[in-house]
């Protein structure tokens, strides 16, 4: 009797916990839209009251996702936004590396926000899926970083409002190295007598395999991964990983490891341990390891990325903010951004949250931390990211070949070869 | 028998019983009622069908005294239907389509979002605003020109070129600007913000003639750029003129020239992506020996950690081991630690560099094996790592297979004269694989997929140079086909890996197919013990 009771009541909570899942995924019905207040016929006061503006509960929402270090900061903009304006704003907290993703499911299901906080190199693919927005900064446009707002284009359209850049630079310990090395030759000099006199492990130290951290060395010696065309555009048929001066810094990588100046199997944090105890005196990282390496309380300079047949420069990232299609109230969302998010108050906010070189110019230009600023300099030439699709298939095969390299498996200019010989095959969609 | 058709007699003649029972069903039919609606407005048309058959199904089962036993099969039912066949039904129909990056909206969402987008026209004009609102939410504009004229605008009403002061409109500001027009009281730029929802969803005139707030500063007689026409099944460009039809076998609207719009739409594209997947060079290449070493992989898995766990359940079984009780709740401890926190933890053990492992080693032998650049100790290593998370599960399973092997085998076996080995050749091992078996079946499908290990260990490296994509020496089929369709393919492939992963399943059914036939010998032999 019992027993049968239990299962029965079991059937109803399954069923029902089933249906409540199947209910989370459809779309909340929308709030019936305030009913206009009907005419009531006027009180028969003698003195016409003025009709003052009755405060009317919103009926609009905006619904932002943030990741975790901008989540609490775009909760107290949001908040202030709310008491001015009377417009509610939501911040949902998402992980950085969730959004992209879960805004694509979201999207199209009439359920994800109407900005999001993200990096430009997602652009491509957001934009190829109809998911994105334009963006019109108005005014506003003149004060943001022109290579920033170059970054958040795509196919000449702007598509986002960015709020900070961010480039890996050349850091060097001054005990040991005295003066920032202008080229990848010397760097290979004083890593050599370094070594030789015993003072460090490593003269200069990278990670194995990383193209990201590669790729200011192979600019260096005047590689590239797309070419661009006369408006600043990535060409996905112009593939520079073979080009002669891809293969010329993939040769000193070779070189570097032959005479046993760079170590396999070398990851990221072993590399920055190194250089944190002064058993490496050279690093190529970008801001967020700048929290690390000053507690570790090594002395530390930061310079331009050194150069050798051709100017050395890294790829930059920018952060920014980017508004659904889906969003029912686009122009609130855009004006959201451009009157109250684009203020000094708020954007130093922004920046004072994860200090990298904001994208704000009244932010960036008042800058007083030399680290930040030199992350500045040493960006100042760098390469947007590219935010083209095609980009997703060059990753893999470029980062392979420079393993290879490192643990000597292939000569470089064949691993090179063969990694665009891979990426052009992806590209074509043959794989 | 007997027993069953007492207690059966006993609940379905129970008023009481009946009456919860009906009360059961009206709350789970008055819930789905109430579901389906909404479902039905989201077009989410699976699910609808789902929830339809579960309701139908348990309100059945219920009410028929004859589907009596299938009540209480009906809460695992439902949920191997939601949580199991819908997902391998969604799996298979996705193999057929082209759901990837570019193509994940539905046609009708794309024509939405195409036709979002406004442009302006040449020679249309814009305006500078002010917004007007009655008490009652009626909206109004005041325009200016470039050229200075200045207009009133209304939805659906003529936009008007009107002065302040002038017939209903009230008088300027020192801007130039009416405090109010009719009984429509002006809004200053905090409350525009507040109304920009409403303002931003109006047309202000009539047609031809129509007005949008683009910005805060701007009004203008914005278009629909791409307007769709259902009768050729087209797209329009208004600002060229160019016409992209619908091509649904490709999924996008295409022009003569063979330009096509983007976003593209979701079709059904049949077995292309099959098609792809065996024209493709990954086929050609690495493939077999990713399948060989996936298979390698798998089991030598399974071997090493049953023979692992196996010894430990023989040595700990023995009740004259003190503390075994204790020992044997240390060695599960892998078994609890989740996997991806123990993967990286090992990753770090082995580190070349500062691994313990490999430091320690280095101090006494003076070598270490490199773990991750020689591919064959890239293996090596990860079958060790994998050993160590796999064993308590088969010294568990092994332990509570050894209980239900019955002393007095081995009491005869003594009296016959037979040693350790042969009794653990000859009694334990045909016995226990009896029952651990299938366990050892399902070991080997988990492994065979095991994309955790690899994947967080050294992510199927060292790589493999020359090849047509990117391979590694640990690749196993699965982190391949992650490869092919995520990393290196390009975004997000839905499409083409689903078709991979209808392969690899019946690659996987097959193996298993045959080893449980194998299995069927093991049960003949226990039969003969």
Redesign the interface.
């Given at each position: 009797m019992k027993q049968r009771h239990i299962w029965t009541l079991l059937v109803i909570l399954v069923v029902a916990s089933l249906l409540v899942t199947a209910c989370a995924k459809a779309t909340p019905t929308p709030t019936p839209t305030p009913v206009p207040p009907t005419p009531t016929p006027k009180p028969p006061t003698p003195t016409p009251v003025p009709p003052t503006p009755t405060p009317q509960p919103p009926a609009a929402k905006l619904v932002i996702w943030a990741d975790e270090n901008r989540a609490p900061i775009m909760e107290e903009i949001a908040k202030a936004f709310t008491e001015k304006y009377g417009v509610e704003v939501e911040v949902q907290q998402v992980g950085f590396g969730d959004i992209r993703d879960q805004f694509k499911v979201a999207a199209p299901a009439g359920e994800g926000p109407d900005i999001i906080i993200g990096a430009h190199d997602w652009l491509g693919e957001l934009v190829v899926n109809g998911l994105l927005a334009p963006v019109d900064l108005g005014a506003k446009k003149e004060k943001f970083l022109p290579s920033a707002l170059q970054a958040f284009t795509y196919n000449s359209q702007l598509y986002g409002m960015p709020y900070l850049t961010e480039n890996v630079a050349f850091f060097y310990n001054p005990d040991l190295v005295p003066e920032a090395p202008k080229t990848w030759t010397e760097v290979t000099k004083v890593a050599a007598e370094l070594e030789k006199a015993g003072k460090v492990k490593q003269g200069y130290v990278l990670h194995q395999g990383d193209p990201y951290h590669f790729y200011p060395i192979m600019t260096a010696f005047g590689g590239y991964v797309f070419g661009k065309d006369k408006d600043g555009n990535y060409n996905p048929q112009d593939l520079g990983i073979d080009s002669p001066g891809s293969i010329a810094a993939a040769k000193w990588l070779d070189m570097m490891v032959k005479e046993g100046h760079l170590k396999p199997d070398v990851d990221w944090d072993t590399a920055h341990t190194m250089f944190e105890q002064g058993d490496a005196a050279m690093i190529i990282t970008g801001p967020w390891a700048l929290k690390r390496i000053r507690e570790s309380g090594v002395h530390y300079k930061i310079a331009e990325i050194p150069d050798e047949t051709a100017d050395g420069h890294p790829f930059s990232g920018v952060h920014g903010f980017m508004i659904s299609a889906f969003s029912e109230n686009k122009l609130l969302a855009q004006t959201f951004l451009t009157e109250f998010v684009a203020t000094e108050e708020n954007m130093w906010k922004l920046f004072n949250a994860d200090p990298r070189p904001s994208a704000f110019l009244p932010v960036r230009e008042k800058i007083d931390d030399p680290d930040i600023a030199a992350f500045g300099l040493a960006g100042k030439n760098a390469d947007p990211m590219p935010a083209i699709p095609e980009m997703s298939k060059v990753w893999e095969a470029w980062g392979n070949a420079i393993t290879l390299i490192f643990q000597q498996q292939e000569d470089p200019e064949t691993a090179f070869k063969n990694a665009a010989e891979q990426i052009r095959q992806a590209i074509a969609g043959g794989q | 028998m007997r027993r069953r058709t007492q207690t059966q007699q006993?609940?379905t003649y129970?008023l009481s019983?009946i009456l919860?029972?009906l009360f059961?069903l009206a709350?789970?039919d008055a819930?789905?009622l109430w579901?389906l609606p909404?479902?039905i407005?989201?077009r989410?048309w699976y699910?609808v069908v789902l929830?339809v058959v579960?309701?139908l199904g348990?309100n059945i089962i219920f009410l028929k005294e004859e589907y009596y036993p299938l009540?209480?099969m009906?809460?695992g039912l439902?949920?191997m239907i939601?949580m199991v066949v819908y997902p391998l039904v969604f799996t298979v129909y996705t193999a057929f389509t082209n759901y990837s990056?570019?193509h994940?909206?539905?046609k009708q969402?794309?024509i939405q979002?195409?036709s979002?987008r406004l442009y302006l026209p040449e020679g249309g004009e814009s305006y500078r605003w002010t917004a007007y609102r009655s008490?009652?939410?009626r909206y109004a504009l005041w325009l200016v020109a470039p050229d200075g004229r200045t207009f009133v605008a209304f939805p659906g009403e003529p936009i008007q070129p009107a002065d302040p002061g002038q017939g209903d409109i009230g008088p300027a500001d020192e801007q130039g600007t009416p405090t109010h027009i009719r009984d429509l009281?002006r809004l200053d730029r905090?409350?525009v913000?507040?109304y920009?929802?409403?303002?931003?969803k109006l047309e202000f005139g009539t047609p031809p003639h129509v007005l949008k707030?683009?910005?805060?500063?701007e009004a203008a007689a914005l278009q629909p750029r791409y307007v769709y026409d259902p009768q050729q099944d087209a797209i329009v460009d208004q600002q060229t003129g160019k016409v992209y039809r619908a091509d649904d076998r490709r999924g996008s609207f295409v022009a003569e020239d063979g330009e096509a719009l983007?976003?593209g739409y979701q079709v059904f594209i049949g077995a292309a992506n099959f098609q792809?997947l065996f024209?493709?060079?990954?086929l050609r290449g690495p493939f077999l020996k990713v399948f060989l070493w996936t298979i390698l992989f798998a089991a030598g898995t399974v071997l090493t950690t049953f023979a692992l766990g196996l010894f430990l359940a023989l040595v700990y079984n023995d009740p004259s081991i003190r503390g075994r009780k204790v020992i044997r709740s240390f060695l599960i401890v892998p078994y609890t630690v989740p996997s991806f926190i123990s993967i990286l933890v090992w990753r770090g053990l082995m580190?070349?560099?500062?691994g313990v492992i490999n430091t320690t080693l280095e101090k006494f032998i003076g070598w270490a094996p490199?773990w991750?650049?020689s591919p064959t100790w890239a293996k090596i290593g990860v079958l060790l790592v994998n050993l160590w998370l796999g064993y308590p599960y088969m010294m568990l399973i092994s332990t509570g297979a050894l209980q239900a092997i019955p002393e007095d085998l081995y009491e005869a076996a003594e009296i016959d004269g037979a040693g350790m080995w042969q009794k653990f050749w000859t009694i334990t091992l045909p016995l226990l694989l009896v029952s651990v078996g299938p366990l050892l079946i399902s070991s080997f499908a988990f492994n065979f997929n095991n994309w955790n290990v690899i994947y967080l260990f050294n992510r199927g490296?060292?790589?493999m140079?020359?090849?047509?994509?990117?391979v590694?020496h640990t690749d196993i089929l699965v982190t391949y086909t992650y490869?092919?369709a995520f990393?290196?393919?390009?975004?997000?492939d839905y499409g083409y890996a689903s078709a991979i992963t209808i392969i690899i399943f019946l690659i996987v059914a097959t193996i298993t197919y045959f080893q449980f036939r194998y299995t069927r010998m093991w049960e003949e032999i226990s039969e003969n013990v």
């Open positions: - | 006993g609940f129970s019983a919860f029972r059961g709350v789970i819930f789905a579901i909404q479902m407005h989201d989410v699910l929830l579960i309701t348990i009540r209480w009906s809460p439902a949920l939601l990056d570019g994940i909206l539905t969402q794309v979002v195409l979002q008490e009652d939410g009281r905090i409350q913000i507040r920009l929802p409403d303002l931003e707030i683009r910005s805060l500063d983007t976003p792809r024209r493709s060079p990954a580190n070349p560099h500062i490199p991750f650049s490296g060292p790589p140079p020359g090849t047509p994509t990117p590694g490869r092919l990393a290196s393919g390009g975004g997000g």
